[in-house]
C-alpha cells in the first residue's frame, strides 16, 4: 500500500532534506526556489507548509491529488460474507493522549464505537460503557493557545480530520467534533472550550444545523465567543467544500 509521504514527494521537484522532513519547489505557483516545506505528521498525515503563501488545498490540487491522500491508511480488514468492512478508525483520547475509546466507520457507510479490552492485549470491547466521553484530538485543543488558536467545531472525525490537514500550526487552529455526530452534543464537552473562540461548521442539512444551534446556545457564557458559519458551495459538509472548493 502506498505511503501517502512517498506518493507526494515523487510528484514533487527539487526535492532535498531539510531538517526533520524536505523541501522543494511547489508545484501551485512558479517558484523558482524551494519554497515548500513537507514533513509527516505526528498521526502520519502528510504536512505541507508554501512559504510563499500557497495553501496546502492548492498544492494538493497542483499535484493531481485530493485532501485524503494526505492521511495514511486507516485500519482495514476482509469482512466476512455478510459483514461490512472497516473503512477508517478515529482514536478518542483522555488529556494525557491515553486511548479511551475508537469511533469505527464501516463500508457500507455506519459508524461503531469500541474500547479497549483490558483482559485481552489488542482486543477489544464492543461498547463504551463506562468509558468518559470526551471531545475529538482533545490533548490538542488543551495545547493550543486560547489567545490565538480558534477551535472549529465539525459534525464528524473525518471533516475534523480534514481540516486539520490545512497546515493547523500556522493557521492557527484546531477542529474538533463530538462523538456520534449530530443530535450528541453533552454539557461536559464545554469544559475544555471555556474562555476559547470557538467557530461552528453545520452540515448543510436540517439535523446538521439544528445541531450547530444546539452547541452555541450550550456554549454561550462559557466559550469567550461562539460564532456559526455555514461554508459556501454545493458540498454537505466541510470535507466536501474541501476537496471541491467553490470556484
Keep these: 500500500m502506498t505511503d501517502p509521504l512517498q506518493d507526494v514527494l515523487s510528484r514533487l521537484q527539487g526535492v532535498r532534506p531539510q531538517g526533520d522532513g524536505w523541501e522543494a519547489r511547489c508545484p501551485a505557483h512558479d517558484d523558482q526556489r524551494a519554497s515548500l516545506s513537507v514533513s509527516r505528521g505526528a498521526d502520519g498525515r ?6 510563499a503563501g500557497c495553501s496546502p488545498i492548492q498544492v494538493v490540487q497542483a499535484l493531481g491529488l485530493r485532501m485524503d491522500a494526505l492521511f495514511p491508511p486507516r485500519e482495514r480488514r476482509r469482512p466476512a460474507p455478510g459483514q461490512d ?3 477508517a478508525t478515529y482514536d478518542y483520547l483522555d488529556a494525557e493522549g491515553t486511548l479511551l475509546f475508537q469511533v469505527v466507520r464501516f463500508e457500507p457507510k455506519s459508524f461503531r464505537q469500541r474500547r479497549p479490552d483490558e ?3 489488542g482486543g477489544w470491547t464492543w461498547n463504551v460503557t463506562g468509558v468518559s466521553r470526551v471531545l475529538y484530538r482533545l490533548p490538542e485543543i488543551l495545547k ?23 497546515d493547523p500550526e500556522h493557521l492557527n487552529m484546531v477542529a474538533t467534533c463530538n462523538p456520534g455526530g449530530a443530535g ?5 464537552y464545554a469544559g475544555p472550550l471555556t474562555g476559547r473562540r470557538v467557530v461552528i461548521l453545520p452540515d448543510k442539512d436540517a439535523p446538521g444545523r439544528a445541531h450547530a444551534q444546539h452547541v452555541a446556545r450550550r456554549l454561550h457564557g462559557k466559550a469567550a ?5 455555514e461554508l459556501p458551495g ?6 466536501d467544500w474541501i476537496e471541491r472548493p467553490p470556484t
Excluded at 502528510?46 to 512559504?51: A, E, K, S
Excluded at 454545493?234 to 470535507?239: A, F, L, P, R, Y
Design 46 to 51: 502528510v504536512l505541507l507548509h508554501c512559504h
Design 85 to 87: 468492512r472497516i473503512v
Design 119 to 121: 483482559s485481552t492485549p
Design 144 to 166: 493550543a493557545d486560547p489567545a490565538t488558536t480558534i477551535l472549529f467545531i465539525v459534525e464528524g472525525e473525518k471533516d475534523a480530520d480534514s481540516l486539520n490537514a490545512l
Design 184 to 188: 450528541k452534543w453533552r454539557d461536559e
Design 225 to 229: 465567543q461562539v460564532k456559526v458559519m
Design 234 to 239: 454545493e458540498g454537505k459538509d466541510v470535507s
